[in-house]
């Protein structure tokens, strides 16, 4: 008979009560995790255009930074790795939710200069091209918000949102692959080589940089320090604003030291529209937002699931959004800002009984022809980037920024290593006339959206006339039919541009393609999809947060 070994029964108890200890922490930890799809973060994340600039977000808010510090440290982290979508010399639109669920809109977009080039908009480009030259300048906001915004909500010191990116712009940085491929397409090379741009963006033979160079932007490093030391005032009020007056004269264009010390920021609230149990925060005009939402309002009363990509009710589901994509262009004219046009409001676009009363004019069995309608068309621009960022506290930021087309007009000052917007082109094909002050019109529309089941969502674009059409798309594959985030953003875009052609993005379901040639729509050829979502997501506690792979993106969160 065997004879109890004590020490052997003591392994056992002890085995016992080690299987248990780690059933009971596997039990807890599976639990915990209920629901949240790998990838998620638990505590904050930021989506931006590029890998290094969301990891330099991100590492502002481990370091106790709100979303703003995490936002502002991303975007000049932008200004330097897509340095053709925007910079201080700039401007942006930015919504921040606080945590009681209050959006409030930032808007230093660009204003007009008080000397500008009479019958500026005589210049305008004819047929889709970039407008190059000084006289499309606008007064930049860029820096005048951030200080305004960060003066708010920011908690980490101003001088150390700068550090990582004078850094990189001083040091340098291996050729962005995305960059690299833009300067190699020879309607940008020639653009970039003839201009001002050269200097930063060539090499000793004054040709573009190629993939395997290294992109330094020394001026830029040294003004962006004295920035960090001195504040926004050393742009606006100092020798930084005096040395960018004289390279933008030196290039013949108006601007002055007035114009800087007089630039505003807008501090106003946002618009906000219903859509089911959903509510959409955005820019009100001249942003893009109220178009965006007016699109959506008339896709929510056709009552979409995740059923309606099923067969033939997906051709209908796309024709649908087409046709109000069409009535969209057609507004677009009615953009305008608003401090200069009180007599235009574009607030009807989201009465409402107008976007039931559009709705009612869109029929399943085909297009029309384009006086249907209404109103005059519009042109298509292009150009921009977005991030979209959520902190531990809550704090939601979703901001668009832009120089406005490709490295904005081409001209680059030498003195501080600022390249220029040519935002002023964006009154081209919208606007009549002018005003001193006046913000031109933009399709940007940095958005929040609450659910009722206490998510968030905070997203926005880039890609001009394409930003509305892409995160349009987006929040309708987000929200109606079940799609992922990353499925909704990745999936292959209609865009309808101005002259109301459907255009496909490569990859788009063949069969709606033929199904939307089939009820009479013409369809465009265009080339350029330029369009990139970039989005955070909060939801029962797990975040998901998504770049545009198209930009060659990556988001970043703990
Ligand atoms: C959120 O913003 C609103 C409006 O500016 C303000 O009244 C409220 O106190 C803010 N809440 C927090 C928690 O900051
Ligand atoms: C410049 O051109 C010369 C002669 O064609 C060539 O040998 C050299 O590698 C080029 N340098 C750069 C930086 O491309
Ligand atoms: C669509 O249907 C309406 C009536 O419901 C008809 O008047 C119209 O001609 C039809 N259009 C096409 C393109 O078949």
Redesign the pocket.
Same mark, same amino acid.
């Given at each position: 008979m065997a004879r109890y070994n004590p020490l052997k029964v003591c392994c056992c108890i002890l085995l016992v009560l080690i299987c248990a200890v780690a059933l009971i922490c596997l039990c807890i930890a599976t639990f915990a995790d209920v629901g949240c799809p790998t990838g998620s973060f638990k505590n904050a994340a930021v989506a931006a255009d590029s890998q290094i600039c969301s990891e330099i977000g991100k590492n502002m808010l481990q370091q106790g930074g709100s979303a703003v510090d995490g936002a502002i440290a991303a975007l000049l982290c932008t200004s330097v790795i897509n340095p053709q979508s925007m910079g201080i010399g700039g401007g942006s639109i930015l919504a921040v939710r606080?945590? !009681?669920g209050?959006v !409030?809109i930032y808007n230093f977009r660009e204003t007009v200069p008080k000397k500008f080039k009479s019958n500026l908009l005589n210049d305008c480009p004819t047929t889709f091209r970039l407008s190059t030259g000084s006289q499309w300048i606008g007064v930049p906001g860029e820096l005048r918000g951030y200080e305004a915004v960060h003066k708010l909500y920011g908690r980490l010191p101003w001088a150390k949102l700068f550090e990582p990116t004078i850094k990189l712009a001083r040091e340098g940085i291996p050729m962005p692959p995305y960059l690299a491929t833009f300067l190699s397409a020879n309607i940008v090379k020639d653009h970039v080589e003839k201009s001002s741009l050269c200097e930063v963006l060539c090499n000793m033979n004054k040709t573009v940089l190629g993939k395997k160079d290294i992109l330094r932007f020394p001026k830029l490093a040294e003004t962006m320090e004295i920035i960090a030391k001195q504040g926004a005032d050393a742009f606006y009020v100092g020798k930084i604003g005096q040395d960018l007056i004289q390279d933008i004269k030196a290039a013949g264009g108006s601007l002055t030291m007035d114009d800087l010390k007089s630039f505003k920021v807008r501090v106003i609230d946002a618009q906000t529209v219903s859509l089911g149990n959903v509510q959409m925060h955005f820019p009100p005009p001249p942003a893009g937002g109220i178009l965006l939402a007016f699109i959506l309002r008339i896709m929510k009363g056709f009552s979409l699931t995740s059923d309606s990509l099923v067969g033939d009710k997906k051709i209908q589901l796309y024709h649908h959004y087409i046709e109000a994509a069409k009535f969209a262009n057609r507004q677009k004219r009615n953009i305008r800002d608003p401090t200069f046009n009180v007599e235009k409001s574009a607030d009807y676009l989201i009465d409402p009984t107008f976007s039931d009363n559009i709705r009612a004019l869109i029929t399943s069995n085909g297009t029309h022809d384009d006086s249907y309608y209404s109103n005059k068309p519009s042109t298509d621009h292009m150009g921009t980037t977005h991030v979209s960022v959520l902190d531990e506290d809550g704090l939601a930021v979703s901001a668009t920024s832009t120089i406005n087309q490709l490295f904005g007009g081409a001209v680059y000052s030498p003195r501080t290593g600022i390249i220029l917007n040519n935002e002023l082109a964006d009154f081209c094909g919208r606007a009549d006339s002018l005003s001193a002050g006046e913000q031109p019109p933009s399709s940007m529309t940095p958005a929040i959206l609450d659910t009722k089941s206490g998510g968030i969502l905070v997203i926005g674009g880039s890609g001009g006339s394409m930003i509305t059409t892409a995160v349009a798309l987006s929040i309708i594959n987000r929200l109606w039919l079940g799609m992922s985030l990353k499925g909704a953003i990745e999936a292959p875009i209609i865009f309808v541009d101005s002259k109301n052609f459907v255009n496909f993005e490569p990859g788009f379901d063949k069969s709606v393609m033929d199904g939307i040639k089939t009820l009479g729509h013409n369809i465009g050829n265009w080339r350029f999809f330029l369009n990139v979502v970039n989005a955070v997501e909060k939801e029962n506690g797990c975040i998901q947060a998504v770049s545009d792979r198209r930009k060659n993106g990556m988001s970043a969160g703990y």
């Amino acid at each position: 008979m065997a004879r109890y070994n004590p020490l052997k029964v003591c392994c056992c108890i002890l085995l016992v009560l080690i299987c248990a200890v780690a059933l009971i922490c596997l039990c807890i930890a599976t639990f915990a995790d209920v629901g949240c799809p790998t990838g998620s973060f638990k505590n904050a994340a930021v989506a931006a255009d590029s890998q290094i600039c969301s990891e330099i977000g991100k590492n502002m808010l481990q370091q106790g930074g709100s979303a703003v510090d995490g936002a502002i440290a991303a975007l000049l982290c932008t200004s330097v790795i897509n340095p053709q979508s925007m910079g201080i010399g700039g401007g942006s639109i930015l919504a921040v939710r606080n945590k !009681t669920g209050k959006v !409030t809109i930032y808007n230093f977009r660009e204003t007009v200069p008080k000397k500008f080039k009479s019958n500026l908009l005589n210049d305008c480009p004819t047929t889709f091209r970039l407008s190059t030259g000084s006289q499309w300048i606008g007064v930049p906001g860029e820096l005048r918000g951030y200080e305004a915004v960060h003066k708010l909500y920011g908690r980490l010191p101003w001088a150390k949102l700068f550090e990582p990116t004078i850094k990189l712009a001083r040091e340098g940085i291996p050729m962005p692959p995305y960059l690299a491929t833009f300067l190699s397409a020879n309607i940008v090379k020639d653009h970039v080589e003839k201009s001002s741009l050269c200097e930063v963006l060539c090499n000793m033979n004054k040709t573009v940089l190629g993939k395997k160079d290294i992109l330094r932007f020394p001026k830029l490093a040294e003004t962006m320090e004295i920035i960090a030391k001195q504040g926004a005032d050393a742009f606006y009020v100092g020798k930084i604003g005096q040395d960018l007056i004289q390279d933008i004269k030196a290039a013949g264009g108006s601007l002055t030291m007035d114009d800087l010390k007089s630039f505003k920021v807008r501090v106003i609230d946002a618009q906000t529209v219903s859509l089911g149990n959903v509510q959409m925060h955005f820019p009100p005009p001249p942003a893009g937002g109220i178009l965006l939402a007016f699109i959506l309002r008339i896709m929510k009363g056709f009552s979409l699931t995740s059923d309606s990509l099923v067969g033939d009710k997906k051709i209908q589901l796309y024709h649908h959004y087409i046709e109000a994509a069409k009535f969209a262009n057609r507004q677009k004219r009615n953009i305008r800002d608003p401090t200069f046009n009180v007599e235009k409001s574009a607030d009807y676009l989201i009465d409402p009984t107008f976007s039931d009363n559009i709705r009612a004019l869109i029929t399943s069995n085909g297009t029309h022809d384009d006086s249907y309608y209404s109103n005059k068309p519009s042109t298509d621009h292009m150009g921009t980037t977005h991030v979209s960022v959520l902190d531990e506290d809550g704090l939601a930021v979703s901001a668009t920024s832009t120089i406005n087309q490709l490295f904005g007009g081409a001209v680059y000052s030498p003195r501080t290593g600022i390249i220029l917007n040519n935002e002023l082109a964006d009154f081209c094909g919208r606007a009549d006339s002018l005003s001193a002050g006046e913000q031109p019109p933009s399709s940007m529309t940095p958005a929040i959206l609450d659910t009722k089941s206490g998510g968030i969502l905070v997203i926005g674009g880039s890609g001009g006339s394409m930003i509305t059409t892409a995160v349009a798309l987006s929040i309708i594959n987000r929200l109606w039919l079940g799609m992922s985030l990353k499925g909704a953003i990745e999936a292959p875009i209609i865009f309808v541009d101005s002259k109301n052609f459907v255009n496909f993005e490569p990859g788009f379901d063949k069969s709606v393609m033929d199904g939307i040639k089939t009820l009479g729509h013409n369809i465009g050829n265009w080339r350029f999809f330029l369009n990139v979502v970039n989005a955070v997501e909060k939801e029962n506690g797990c975040i998901q947060a998504v770049s545009d792979r198209r930009k060659n993106g990556m988001s970043a969160g703990y």
